[in-house]
């Protein structure tokens, strides 16, 4: 394979690792929903969000940014409903139905105090944040797969202020009456083949100047 050869196929292969990461779902800001009985502040409205899924560490990653620093509000809480494959529009009845679009089977919470719930389970120091961004991992054994692979899984995030009740205490759908899909992360085979590729590349390199 000739060096040009070789660097577009790396260059290929680059994109594709790391396009794995980088399929954030954007939320629009402000839109709190009108039912809405809480804080109106930026950290109970999602920016965006992102839900990966490492096979290699058996991990989901769970990510949100909001439109202000995490822990404003005292009372707020992050939930992501998940649908592994049974999941139905549950806030979507009775007299003040939400939430069309959104269907889920299980949910992952996360709170302030640094802790996540998951499958009836609570994992403690597994939830972190930075400014505006709250972000936490959770292991696929306690989200088993009611039909759908892991990879097939999807998600809605939806922030909900503690101080208030029912469903007037969520702000926010993300995405707006739909679910999103769950993204691969880059698996080691693929980093490490790009890491060779880059030391094949540069000894071809220096053979050539040494010629």
């Known amino acids: 394979m000739t060096t040009r050869l070789l660097l577009s196929a790396l ?12 399929h954030a779902v954007a939320d629009p800001a402000g839109d709190f929903l009108s039912g809405y009985a809480g804080s109106h502040n930026g950290d109970l409205d999602v920016i965006s969000s992102t839900v990966t899924y490492n096979a290699g560490s058996h991990l989901f990653n769970f990510s949100a940014t ?7 509000t005292s009372s707020a809480f992050y939930v992501w409903g998940i649908d592994r494959g049974k999941g139905t529009e549950k806030f979507n009845t009775g007299p003040a139905p939400i939430g069309a679009g959104v269907k889920f089977d299980t949910v992952v919470i996360f709170r302030l105090d640094g802790t996540a719930a998951a499958g009836g389970k609570t994992l403690a120091n597994d ?5 505006n961004t709250i972000s936490g991992s959770i292991p696929d054994s306690l989200l088993p797969s009611q ?17 208030v009740t029912g469903n007037g205490a969520i702000s926010d759908f993300a995405p707006d009456a739909s ?6 992360v880059p698996e080691p085979g693929s980093l490490a083949l790009l890491g060779a590729g880059g030391l094949l590349l540069a000894a071809m390199a220096r053979r050539r100047h040494a010629g």
Request: glycine letters at 18%; proline letters at 4%; one cysteine or more.
């Open 11 to 22: 260059c290929g292969a680059a994109g594709l690792v790391l396009s794995a990461g980088a």
């Open 66 to 72: 909001l439109d202000a620093p995490v822990g404003t």
């Open 127 to 131: 939830v972190t944040w930075s400014g």
């Open 147 to 163: 039909g759908f692979s892991f990879l097939d899984y999807t998600w809605n995030l939806w922030p909900r202020d503690g101080s």
């Open 179 to 184: 679910n999103a899909g769950v993204t691969a």
